[in-house]
């Protein structure tokens, strides 16, 4: 069975710096996506990023990268320039193509200090 | 453009009673979801519908049932309400687009989340 693993229940970070949040998945899959959602105190699951397995070079969206490194099945998150509204509980999740759910991680919470 | 939406938002019941949850989508997706968000779990699957007129179990079914009433909506139903059912409840939907080439792994979008507790 799949899992994915979020090793860091808690993280802070000050504003303005940079945070990297932690993930490693099992699979036996060849084919796959990897995911990480926010999600702020109102509740919203917002997708922050995603990755194809196939694809070699890390995704990007703004201050949001990831460093995907296949072999060793992990999958990070790197928030630049860390902002207020940056806090929030962090998943990652990770699904196969086709019909197939989401499996998460149980999150890492993160604390922006100003 | 609402995405997904769920229905309630809020809901307090108590023990042995029962009560559906109601979810529906606008995005024309093959695929919906009902999970379930615990303190310190994550979000873990219920059940799914992989196309309409279909539905599987997730990592915790016991305790629901689901009904895919049409390609839009998708009913997640309490039968006898127990305090371990105290949760967070999610419904998201995908669109998996087997048709497509390279195989395709869309994200899932989310309603809001229904905030159930069982006295």
């Known amino acids: 069975a799949q899992t994915v693993t979020q090793s860091q229940p808690e993280m802070s970070v000050q504003e303005a710096e940079t945070v990297t949040l932690s993930c490693t998945y099992d699979t036996s899959e060849s084919d796959y996506y990897l995911f990480w959602y926010k999600q702020p105190p109102s509740r919203q699951m917002i997708l922050v990023i995603r990755q194809e397995a196939y694809k070699q070079q890390n995704a990007t969206e703004n201050r949001f990268s990831v460093n995907f490194q296949k072999a060793a099945k992990s999958f990070s998150l790197k928030i630049s320039d860390s902002q207020l509204g940056d806090a929030a509980m962090y998943f990652c999740?990770?699904?196969?193509?086709?019909?197939?759910?989401?499996?998460f991680g149980k999150g890492t919470r993160l604390s922006v200090i100003a | 453009n609402a995405g997904v939406t769920q229905t309630p938002k809020f809901q307090v019941l108590k023990t042995g009673q029962s009560m559906t949850l109601q979810c529906a989508q606008d995005m024309n997706h093959n695929s919906m979801y009902w999970y379930r968000q615990d303190p310190g779990m994550g979000l873990r699957l219920i059940y799914y519908s992989a196309s309409e007129g279909t539905t599987d179990k997730g990592e915790v079914p016991n305790g629901y049932n689901v009904s895919r009433l049409n390609k839009r909506e998708f009913s997640l139903r309490l039968e006898s309400a127990a305090p371990s059912q105290t949760s967070v409840y999610f419904c998201a939907s995908s669109d998996a687009g087997q048709l497509l080439t390279p195989p395709d792994g869309r994200a899932q979008h989310f309603g809001d989340g229904t905030r159930l507790s069982i006295l």
């Open positions: 999740a990770y699904r196969i193509s086709g019909n197939t759910p989401l499996v």
